[in-house]
């Protein structure tokens, strides 16, 4: 391949890539949709935040303490700034149904097994833009895009 060609392949495959990478919500949906049909249901986030849960509830004893869901909040935080890219308003309705305040039920400041997956409904119906009961792609991004 002669210099010039390589560039001009590299021209042609670097905006695929990073439309591959960006695409709004991709990262949450890899994460969540556990069938990988490229929609994340009630059913699958319900599972996937017991999941969630047992890997941040260090000492097993059935509740996320401010310790506890601080390391949580880090890894989120983490995530987002690698693999964040392009999740725009649907990213930020995300990460808030995903902290303390908002599946600390009953306010006594930790977060039990019961009340972190029973938050799950809210979440989606607020993450879920186009009212289709599922989360994928179509809910992320630029309004009216
Ligand atoms: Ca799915
Ligand atoms: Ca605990
Ligand atoms: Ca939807």
């Known amino acids: 391949m002669t210099k010039l060609t390589l560039?001009?392949?590299f021209a042609v495959?670097?905006?695929l890539a990073a439309l591959a990478q960006g695409a709004p919500g991709?990262?949450?949906?890899t994460n969540w949709d556990l069938d990988e049909d490229g929609s994340v249901t009630l059913t699958e986030a319900v599972e996937r935040r017991e999941m969630v849960f047992d890997m941040f509830d260090n000492d097993q004893n059935g509740t996320l303490d401010a310790v506890e869901y601080g390391y949580f909040d880090e890894t989120r935080a983490a995530?987002?700034?690698?693999?964040?890219g392009g999740h725009g308003?649907?990213?930020q309705r995300l990460q808030e149904g995903l902290t303390l305040a908002f599946n600390d039920t009953d306010a006594d400041g930790v977060v039990s097994k019961e009340e972190f997956?029973?938050?799950t409904g809210d979440w989606i119906a607020m993450v879920d833009r186009n009212g289709d009961g599922?989360?994928?792609t179509a809910d992320f991004g630029p309004q009216g895009n």
């Open 117 to 119: 997956p029973a938050h």
């Open 89 to 91: 308003q649907g990213g």
């Open 13 to 15: 495959l670097a905006p």
């Open 26 to 29: 991709e990262h949450f949906i």
């Open 134 to 136: 599922v989360v994928n």
């Open 79 to 84: 995530d987002m700034e690698n693999n964040g």
């Open 7 to 9: 560039v001009a392949a």
